[in-house]
């Protein structure tokens, strides 16, 4: 894709999962990467894998909490490697309880990873951005932005935040260069879902009933649309939420896998 070759890419939550799978696939296009997570160890796996595909990685240990430490993390890479073009942010929790029993510190803690650390990393990272006269950010949201489900209210809540932020700061950042958009995920076949689904929290075969394609997303997929968002090749595309998600958002009643 046009415009990813050779820029800087800061990646929060690039540790695992997701943000691992968008890593991977910016270093595809020569993109090099700062694996920004609070999972050192893991971060330091997941820089030397991306060096092996030829780009520059490394590792940032981040409590994204923490003011200070974002702060920190986007002096270092812009003082490192003299700007930075690219942000994704993926880092996120997801906490399951009645709305009528969700403790209170819990409700912060995964207001401020999942919403606040955004906007932090978002606005700090612009603010480079702008020197620069450019820059791309992009959020990752969830198909529970559109898609409700129970026992997950905070998460839902901060998800359709993220389409918010994302309009807004596109809005806001646009006459600077800077564009921001999302990318709202369906469900993933990561490994944290597949130890929810041996756990029996998560039900496939109820969730395959409102999925038009039939199957999980792969992290791949969900970095295909990071990377195109990403790149020059959506130069025009600002405050926007690019749904990956197999068809769940648009999907009507529940229907069975085999259905004719």
Known sequence: ?????????????????????VALRLAQEGTNIVVADILEEEAQKT?????GLGVKAEAFKVNLCEENEILALMEHVHKTYGRIDILVCVAGVQIRD????????KFDFLMNVNLRAYYLCS???ARYMKEQGKGSI????????ERFTTKRSPYNISKAAVNGLVATLGVEWGRFGIRINAVAPGY????????GVKEGIIDLDNIMKVI????????????NGVAFLASDEASGVTGQTLFVDGGWSKSGLPEEKDMD
Do not use: Y
């Not at 820089?47 to 060096?51: D, G, N, P, S, T």
């Open 138 to 145: 992009v959020c990752i949201s969830s198909g529970n932005s």
């Open 212 to 223: 038009p394609m039939k199957r999980l997303l792969s992290t791949e997929e969900i970095g």
């Open 98 to 105: 009645w709305a009528t029993d969700f403790d209170t510190a």
């Open 123 to 125: 606005r700090t990272a």
């Open 47 to 51: 820089a030397a894998e991306l060096q």
């Open 188 to 195: 993933v076949e990561t490994d944290l879902m597949m130890s």
């Open 1 to 21: 894709m046009r415009g990813l070759k050779d820029k800087i890419a800061v990646v929060t939550g690039g540790a695992k999962g997701i943000g691992k799978g």
